[in-house]
């Protein structure tokens, strides 16, 4: 059931520092709501129970016809959400020729704010694993990045079954 939420918008190169068109004009990753659609400039959109609260995380929440859970947590507030869907072929800056091992939608104070373009090696680099070990890296107080590896591949939980009630 991989659904994915989906950013319409361009990637900005590392390489050339151009702004790109994404594959199929959108980025697709998980994070708050899953599922969503998303523009540029949009806040995060985080599934509430019927008193308000923030659901957990994980957890399915049955909504008409579709589940609908929260990826992540609302408190990380700058997030780098990479985008989970294969590209073929690979993905690359129209301007510039240069290959990108990745893409990721980039959330900034809770809100969207396009996608960056990550260089071959530079993901390992930057996070010390690789975008096949994590999909979501937040920025910690310190100001650096971290995976989270802990959130990777999740089980989820349908609400009712040791999980929280929802709309």
């Not at 994070?31 to 599934?47: F, K, N, S």
């Not at 929260?70 to 800056?93: K, S, T």
């Amino acid at each position: 059931m991989p659904d994915l939420c989906q950013l319409r918008t361009t990637v900005y190169c590392p390489n050339c520092g151009s702004n790109v068109p994404a594959p199929a004009g959108v980025v697709r990753f998980q994070w708050g709501e899953v599922p969503r659609d998303y523009r540029d400039g949009d806040d995060v959109a985080w599934l509430v129970d019927s008193a308000g609260h923030v659901v957990p995380s994980f957890v399915l929440v049955r909504n008409r016809d579709q589940y609908h859970w929260n990826y992540g947590d609302p408190q990380c507030r700058d997030v780098l959400a990479f985008d989970i869907d294969p590209h073929e072929p690979e993905m690359r800056c129209v301007s510039c020729g240069a290959l990108f091992e990745g893409i990721a939608a980039r959330v900034v104070d809770g809100r969207f704010d396009g996608a960056i373009g990550f260089l071959p090696g530079s993901i390992v680099q930057q996070f010390g694993v690789d975008v096949g070990s994590f999909d979501v890296a937040v920025r910690e107080p310190t100001g650096g990045w971290r995976a989270r590896t802990d959130w990777f591949n999740p089980i989820l939980t349908e609400a009712g079954q040791g999980g929280a009630e929802g709309d």
